[in-house]
């Protein structure tokens, strides 16, 4: 990707204890996690760095207490990070003062919440215009707007409900409505639908990827749930204990995991769906004669032809050149590693 | 396991623990000391400080100073009174404007009942309402009411102002905590002591004084009510773009509404309480009927009063808890204004009707005294029968108690030497939770004893302890038995409900009925008022026991009787302490009362200080009944949150 980032971390921190800026200057902005337990500080976020581009889905990943939930939280300012830059197009939104910060809100950011934080208060229609109501638009222009909203995320005929009569999907889906009211560029989702049943979860990830596709967004993603991140994710990154330990696309990440921890994750993962034949063919050259596949094709779908055969099969470019070739032994070993060892 | 290790842990399990030894073998050495030294036995007269003669110079001379601006003060309460009044009973003489007419008020009442909680509300309010009427109590109960109506949302408005304050700023909400658990466990009395001086006597310092008593509770909700708005809804406003203020107006406080309003309940019968009690300082409606009642013995009249009084308060209590659960509706859209807001239009048609047909028929503007009715002679004639029928059993049984189990008590805490008293709660706020808390009843109890009012505290410790152990060895079977079956558990509420909401001063009049006065009056009094949380916590415990560790006791073969001992008891500890400690409270702020119908203890201190303007006599002996209340929340908190700990639930 060579467009700029929409968003740069670069070298977050974000530290918990009496003096945190202290802390990190006395260790040389560099504390080892002894130092962490020595000084009883807590480094939930640490030295942190990351692009996002336009128009991507980056999912932060990691189990609880891995600092993924802070991690956000600095990044949208909800929590002020302890040390680092955060730049958004460009501009340091560290340095932003609270009036900025409120308009950046008001226009380029919306959030999605693991428990929805819907006001009890309002009806849903009330609630996605919330945005626009503080922002100050008039009550027709935010009301057509809301409708649109709701109507976007198909919970028309609804406008008039509390979301004490909702269902937990249909809470989210006013909350999605609502983080989309003010048309943001940059859409947060902390564990959107971590709360929702596996069913709704599963519906909720395809309504979330049927948007995206429409509205092309610059997301980050919170989960701790990696199914979810390798179904939605364009790029993950993996948090543990504060720091990040990988950030690839789901496919470099199954392929090549960073460290044991990384490889546990993938372990389950479905290997079939994520890679592709080219990233497991191999590179000897095999003439092509009628019978290939496609370098870019998922090895699910070129398993029944692969397996079929005796013999390496050529895999082509989108270009129809040949690149590489696969066999029987190579596509069950990409399939099931553990057990070719 | 070894089998000399098995022999040996039981036995140390068994042994008491050296913490215990060591504290009866200092307490012994103290009693000894006693003996042996004077003033380590009682404090000498002496010795002690004037602080009192202190506070009560302070408050003079300030109430001199200060006197253009408490007289700002009282003029500007003065003004919404006034016209709440005018509209209430009064209306405005020199226009010749009458009042609203009283069956405007009536329907108004069940009006609102129906709006708040639909029909057996609205039921409530208008026969309550009518009560008033029908029993010739009107003006009276307006008074009280219009107090009510000035007080509530000042109070209310004050309180969140507070509340919120605290939310911005940690000091303070350190530095409010300290002042509102003082002004909590403070009686309702000794805030008359210095607004009498500042203020003088009748409606007005009635309403300062209950300002100080509703505004803690308000405050309280709404910190607790603004911090316990989940983070997912603040965040949310924050990343709407919310300034502080339009998170504050647009998401906290919203969102807080239920314990807001239950704040707003708490004010409403703070203050009510308070504008009764606050008859004892010339505020003139319900309550100092009731008193005039009560001091002539009045019991019929004393009980037309009470029962209105309770009625009020009952009806307050509902339309607010009413509200509290209400729900905002779905308004289907078009709706018409008039649709929309019905209970408005009708309650302006009530009122021009009312208004016209008062002008025709007299006796719909002011209730006709002919039409009032009055069930007091009968009761009094029950009362009398009571006084010469079963008062000579009753009395041979006061007399025993009082005499062989109320006065020996009474006998031995006076006997007791200061540094015991001051002794056990040190050393068990030592074992509790270290020096901080030791010190805190050596402070607490030291000042009391060096301002010189030992007799009188260790009076006032004498009655609470006395009717604390009454009330756990009542209230605690009931608590069990309501959480055995859920019929009791019914009844047993509704019954803690209806007495929760009376205020303390109309538990005197069965008493006085039954008992006449004695200490024993004083101790049953304490008792009917105090027992409810004792009971209600237990209850309230029991229930929260896990269901699985019930069940596994049950799988282990426990009986009923084993699985409570074991088990459930237990468990359930830390949240009986909690309701004990409520007790303890209860029946401190009860002292207060119960020396309207005599007694030695702090809270006739307080009684005797009011009209002698003796601030300083007045305030000291509340602040010693609130000493004792922080002491036993303090080292009872400690304790309940050490057994929490211990039981993993903190």
């Known amino acids: ?341 | 396991m070894t089998s000399s290790a098995a022999v040996v842990r039981p036995a140390a399990a068994r042994a008491p623990p050296l913490d215990l030894i060591a504290m009866v073998a200092v307490l012994a050495a103290l009693l000894v000391l006693a003996q042996l030294v004077p003033v380590f036995d009682k404090w000498p007269e002496a010795l002690v400080i004037p602080v009192r003669g202190w506070v009560t110079d302070f408050f003079a001379w300030f109430a001199q100073t200060a006197k253009p601006v408490t007289r700002a003060i009282a003029w500007l309460l003065a003004q919404p009174l006034a016209l709440v009044e005018a509209l209430l009973y009064r209306g405005i003489p020199a226009w010749k404007w009458p009042p609203l007419p009283w069956p405007a008020i009536v329907l108004g009442a069940a009006l609102l009942g129906h709006w708040i909680g639909g029909r057996p509300l609205a039921l409530l309010c208008g026969l309550a309402s009518f009560y008033l009427a029908l029993f010739g109590l009107w003006p009276d109960a307006m008074q009280t009411l219009a107090i009510v109506l000035v007080t509530v949302p000042l109070a209310a408005i004050s309180g969140l102002l507070l509340g919120i304050w605290a939310t911005r700023s940690r000091r303070a909400e350190r530095v409010l905590n300290v002042i509102f658990d003082v002004m909590q466990a403070t009686p309702h009395m000794a805030y008359l002591g210095p607004v009498v001086i500042l203020f003088g006597f009748g409606q007005v310092p009635a309403m300062l004084a209950t300002l100080g008593f509703a505004l803690p509770p308000m405050a309280r909700c709404t910190i607790l009510g603004i911090r316990t708005v989940p983070r997912d809804v603040i965040e949310a406003g924050h990343m709407a773009g919310c300034t502080p203020l339009q998170l504050l107006w647009k998401v906290e406080l919203p969102a807080a509404e239920r314990t807001l309003l239950l704040g707003l309940n708490q004010v409403v019968m703070q203050t009510l309480a308070m504008a009764v009690i606050a008859s004892l300082v010339g505020a003139s409606g319900l309550g100092q009927k009731l008193l005039f009642s009560l001091q002539q013995l009045q019991i019929g009249k004393a009980v037309e009063q009470g029962v209105a009084i309770t009625l009020i308060a009952i009806v307050l209590d509902r339309m607010t808890q009413a509200f509290m659960r209400r729900n905002p509706q779905r308004i289907a859209p078009g709706t018409p204004w008039v649709r929309r807001h019905r209970y408005l239009v009708a309650f302006g048609v009530l009122v021009v009707v009312t208004i016209a047909a008062a002008r025709m028929f007299p006796a719909l503007a002011i209730y006709p005294k002919e039409l009032t009715l009055s069930y007091g002679g009968p009761i009094n004639d029950a009362v009398r029968w009571i006084s010469r029928n079963l008062f000579p059993y009753v009395k041979p049984i006061r007399d025993s108690i009082t005499i062989w189990l109320l006065l020996p008590l009474r006998d031995f805490y006076l006997f007791l030497p200061w540094p015991v008293v001051i002794g056990i709660p040190a050393m068990i706020g030592w074992h509790f939770g270290g020096w901080r808390l030791a010190l805190l009843p050596v402070g607490l109890l030291g000042f009391l004893m060096l301002a010189g009012f030992w007799t009188p505290l260790m009076l006032t410790l004498y009655l609470v302890t006395s009717t604390t152990v009454l009330c756990v060895i009542i209230g605690i079977p009931l608590g069990i038995w309501a959480a055995r079956r859920p019929l009791a558990a019914r009844i047993i509420n509704t019954v803690c409900d209806t007495l929760q909401t009376f205020p303390s001063f109309i538990y005197l009049i069965p008493v006085i009925m039954l008992f006449q006065t004695s200490d024993l009056s004083n101790v049953i009094a304490m008792l009917a008022y105090a027992t409810v949380p004792a009971i209600r916590f237990t209850y309230l415990g029991l229930l929260r026991v896990p269901q699985a560790t019930v069940e596994a006791a049950t799988a282990a073969g426990a009986t009923a009787a084993q699985r409570l001992r074991k088990v459930e008891l237990p468990i359930a500890f830390p949240e009986i302490l909690l309701g004990i400690n409520q007790t303890i409270m209860m029946a401190l702020a009860m002292v207060a009362i119960t020396a309207l119908i005599g007694s030695r203890d702090l809270g006739q201190e307080i009684y005797k200080a009011l009209p002698g303007a003796d601030t300083g006599r007045g305030l000291l002996a509340g602040l010693g009944i609130a000493f004792i209340g922080i002491i036993a929340d303090r080292l009872i908190g400690a304790w309940a949150q050490k057994r929490k700990k211990e039981l993993g639930m903190g």
């Open chain 1, 1 to 341: 990707m060579t467009a700029p980032a929409k968003i740069s971390c670069r070298h977050l921190w974000k530290i918990f204890g009496p003096d945190p800026q202290g802390f990190l200057k006395r260790h040389g902005e560099a504390p080892k996690d002894e130092d962490f337990a020595r000084e009883n500080y807590i480094g939930a976020v640490r030295d942190v760095s990351f692009d996002v581009y336009p128009g991507e889905i980056l999912i932060i990943m990691g189990l609880s207490g891995s600092g993924k939930s802070t991690l956000i939280r600095a990044i949208t300012r909800l929590n002020d990070p302890t040390q680092g830059q955060i730049l958004l197009d460009g501009n340091d939104l560290l340095k932003a003062t609270p009036a900025e910060l409120i308009d950046l809100r008001r226009h380029k950011m919306g959030m999605v919440f693991q428990h929805f934080g819907l006001l009890p208060h309002r009806s849903v229609l009330s609630n996605v215009a919330f945005p626009l109501e503080v922002r100050g638009a008039a009550r027709e222009e935010r009301e057509t707007r809301a409708r649109e909203m709701i109507k976007l995320v198909g919970l028309e005929g609804r406008e008039d409900y509390f979301p004490r009569e909702l269902s937990g999907g249909q809470q989210q889906r006013v909350g999605i409505a609502r983080s989309l009211a003010v048309e943001p560029d940059i859409w947060f989702l902390d564990e959107p639908f971590s709360a929702l049943d596996p069913l709704i979860r599963r519906e909720m990830q395809d309504e979330f990827l049927r948007l995206q596709k429409l509205l092309r967004k610059t997301i980050v993603f919170i989960t701790h749930d990696f199914d979810e991140a390798i179904r939605l994710g364009d790029r993950i990154g993996i948090m543990k204990d504060g720091r990040l330990v990988q950030l690839a696309t789901p496919e470099d990440m199954v392929s090549a995991p960073a460290d044991d921890y990384v490889r546990e994750f993938t372990r389950n993962a479905p290997r079939d769906r994520i890679l592709t034949v080219g990233a497991v063919a191999s590179r000897e050259h095999v003439p092509v004669n009628g019978v290939n596949v496609l370098a870019s094709a998922k090895i699910g779908d070129a398993a029944a032809l692969v397996l079929s055969s005796d013999k390496a099969i050529a895999v082509i470019d989108a270009d129809g050149k040949p690149v590489g070739a696969i066999d029987r032994k190579r596509m069950i070993a990409a399939l099931y590693p553990d057990g070719a060892r």
